[in-house]
């Protein structure tokens, strides 16, 4: 058996979620390859070359696949496609775009989100917000899915890299163009492979008070912001920041919620955190049946006073 | 412009659906069954064409069980000015729904095909794609805006690291993440017109389609709950248990 695995990656880096996807690839068995496809990427593959499991990077650099547009990367993947059994890659948002397509040009069902792989053609996949695991047996020949990063630790690193080989890019298909983006920037580590999360709800109430009041502990404690969707859809916070069944799902060592009321799609994003703060005023609040450690107070009060002591320590 | 839209009938996203216990299937007896979230603001979308003038006719299809129309229903009180029911009583994979849509959409010639971008019940997230993969089409997925010219689509995409923004030929698929738009609720007058919409019928099979599942269910189960824990009764205990329990300070 060999399998591909699509890497994430932002060219000159290496993206944690593929380290992850490469050890998903181990537990099927198989020979192991990463294509990275992209623009100035060498740095990416070859960071790709150098996780335990890898035998074989396969690069595709060009400009037409800077911004990993579907309808070029899918044409790609394709194209290799016949010297794989399996194809995979971490079900990021450009993982969700692009698989897919592939699956359907080579008549195959994809099996999304994988969170366990239980042998090379069985595999275990949340539907209803995570409230159900699925166990599925793929019965198509080529298995092509996506796999939650969250699930599975990263591939290590190898004694040895592997060898890179470039591959030729077919034509674009030509249905779609690059028009611009707005990505957000952050000193703060990125959300999905944060360690601790600090993540607000509606009842932080603005964008201002999200950095006057949750900004300053998320940074002493080094962490991540997290939102819910209510705090995205009023605008209090960035879209990518969004927690959740159609936000980011992630299981940070310690996730701290403030002001969220804990629905079922909010949880689905991040129940499998190590440990769970919960901080709200509604005892009853759903969130605190997930919480390791429930605390019943006013946030405005209770997160720059919980900022006060974790400062204290950390200066001691 | 003609726009197709595509509804799934699902469980209500409120209801926490459980696992049958055999393991062999979801409960779904008596859970309440409604349009899927992302699909309403879809519909909405295509709406809003219409009524800026951009549209002139937008087209609902779903595949499903007889009790499918009434999703078509709603969508068509939305708006919508016919339905298509695919009917089936089989469990249809996104591959096969996205056959029957291809074959839905060679029939009707839209010019911009929108769908949810997951359906909350299996959260496959790939209907789309797949569909526009098939018709050769530029794709537009997680849409939180569109901007339809006569020969393009400007879509902005919510990605993981912000927005996205590109510029899909005519015709194209788009799918609809949650901040498109918000959907409206369909007012009485609108729901009594609705229901002299036309809804046609037809089978998977008169599209040339089959719908055997490539995907067997081994098993179906419920997750390991996580235990409520305990209150702390101030910040200061909070910080003692984290560092001293917990190890994560
Ligand atoms: C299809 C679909 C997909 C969805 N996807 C997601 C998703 O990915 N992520 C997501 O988060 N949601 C998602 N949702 C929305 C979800 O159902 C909830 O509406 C949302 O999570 C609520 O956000 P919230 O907890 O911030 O707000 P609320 O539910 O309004 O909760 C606010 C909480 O703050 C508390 N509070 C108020 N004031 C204070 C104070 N001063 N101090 C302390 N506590 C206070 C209140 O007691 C309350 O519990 C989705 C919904 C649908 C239908
Ligand atoms: C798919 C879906 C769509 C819904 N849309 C609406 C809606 O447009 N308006 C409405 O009043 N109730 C909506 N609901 C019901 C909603 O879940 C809550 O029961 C209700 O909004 C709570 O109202 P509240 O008075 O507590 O206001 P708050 O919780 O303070 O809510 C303020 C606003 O946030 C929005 N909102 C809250 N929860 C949701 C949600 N789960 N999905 C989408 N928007 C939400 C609504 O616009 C609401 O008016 C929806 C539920 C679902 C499953």
Redesign the interface.
């Known amino acids: 058996m060999t399998i591909l695995v699509l890497a994430e990656h932002h060219d000159t880096q290496l993206d944690e979620a593929t380290a992850k996807a490469v050890s998903a690839a181990g537990r099927m068995g198989g020979e192991i390859h990463v294509l990275v496809a992209g623009s100035g990427c060498r740095a990416a593959a070859e960071a790709a070359a150098g996780l335990a499991g890898v035998a074989l990077v396969l690069l595709a650099d060009a400009p037409s696949l800077s911004?990993r547009?579907?309808?070029p990367v899918?044409a790609l993947v394709v194209g290799l496609a016949s010297g794989y059994d399996a194809i995979l890659a971490p079900s990021?948002?450009?993982g969700?775009?692009?698989?897919?397509?592939?699956?359907?040009?080579l008549?195959?069902?994809?099996?999304?989100?994988v969170i366990a792989v239980d042998g090379p053609d069985?595999f275990q996949r949340?539907?209803?917000?995570?409230?159900?695991?699925?166990?599925?047996?793929?019965?198509?020949a080529k298995k092509v899915l996506t796999v939650r990063a969250s699930s599975f630790p990263a591939a290590s690193i190898a004694a040895a890299a592997a060898p890179i080989e470039t591959v030729a890019i077919p034509e674009d298909?030509?249905?779609?163009?690059?028009?611009?983006?707005?990505?957000?920037r952050s000193e703060r580590p990125e959300l999905?492979g944060a360690r601790?999360v600090v993540s607000g709800g509606r009842a932080l109430a603005s964008a201002e008070n999200f950095e006057t009041v949750l900004a300053p502990l998320a940074d002493t404690?080094g962490a991540a912001i997290g939102a819910s969707?209510a705090a995205?859809?009023a605008g209090y916070v960035?879209?990518?920041l969004q927690v959740g069944?159609?936000g980011?799902i992630i299981a940070p060592?310690?996730y701290i919620a403030c002001g969220i009321s804990g629905a079922?799609?909010h949880l689905a994003g991040m129940?499998d955190s190590?440990?769970?703060?919960a901080i709200n005023k509604d005892?009853d609040a759903p969130i605190?049946?997930?919480?390791?450690?429930?605390?019943?107070?006013d946030l405005f009060e209770?997160v720059p006073?919980?900022h006060t002591?974790?400062a204290a320590?950390a200066r001691a | 412009m003609k726009i197709l839209v595509a509804v799934k009938r699902v469980?209500d996203?409120?209801v926490?659906?459980?696992?049958l216990a055999d393991g062999s299937g979801?409960d779904l007896a008596n859970v309440k069954m409604t349009m899927n979230p992302f699909d309403e603001i879809a519909v909405e979308e295509a709406v809003r064409l219409k009524e800026a003038g951009r549209a002139n006719e937008i087209v609902v299809v779903s595949i499903g069980p007889e009790k499918s129309a009434e999703t078509l229903r709603t969508a068509l009180a939305m708006g919508a000015d016919r339905g298509l029911l695919v009917r089936t009583e089989a469990t249809v994979?996104?591959?096969a729904v996205?056959k029957i849509l291809k074959a839905v959409a060679e029939a009707e010639k839209p010019d911009v095909i929108i769908t949810g971008?997951?359906a909350?019940?299996?959260?496959?997230?790939?209907?789309?794609?797949?569909?526009?993969?098939?018709l050769?089409?530029?794709?537009?997925?997680?849409a939180?805006k569109l901007v339809v010219g006569d020969k393009a689509i400007?879509v902005t995409?919510?990605?993981?690291?912000?927005?996205?923004?590109?510029?899909?030929?005519l015709p194209?698929l788009v799918t609809a993440?949650?901040?498109l738009n918000e959907p409206r609720y369909a007012s009485l007058p609108n729901i009594m017109k609705a229901k002299k919409k036309p809804i046609d019928e037809r089978t998977p099979a008169d599209y040339g389609v089959a719908v055997e599942?490539?995907?067997?269910?081994?098993?179906?189960?419920?997750?390991a709950t996580?235990k409520?824990?305990?209150?702390?009764g101030?910040?200061?205990e909070?910080?003692e248990?984290?560092?001293m329990e917990?190890g994560?300070?």
């Open positions: 911004n547009l579907a309808e899918a990021t948002t450009s969700r775009n692009i698989l897919p397509r592939v699956a359907a040009l008549d195959v069902m994809q099996i999304s989100d069985l949340p539907i209803y917000a995570g409230n159900v695991i699925q166990t599925v047996r793929s019965t198509d298909p030509g249905r779609s163009t690059f028009v611009r983006s707005e990505l957000s999905a601790i404690l969707r995205v859809d960035s879209n990518d069944q159609t980011k060592d310690l079922i799609q129940k190590r440990v769970i703060v005892p605190f049946q997930v919480a390791d450690y429930g605390l019943v107070a209770a006073e919980l002591a974790v320590e | 469980a996203p409120n926490k659906v459980r696992a979801v994979e996104p591959l996205a971008k997951q909350i019940d299996d959260d496959a997230n790939q209907t789309g794609q797949m569909l526009s993969a098939l050769g089409w530029g794709q537009g997925t997680f939180s400007e995409r919510e990605i993981d690291g912000g927005l996205q923004t590109v510029s899909l030929a194209a993440d949650l901040r599942p490539r995907l067997t269910v081994v098993r179906v189960h419920e997750p996580r409520a824990g305990i209150k702390v101030s910040v200061g909070l910080v248990r984290l560092r917990a994560v300070l």
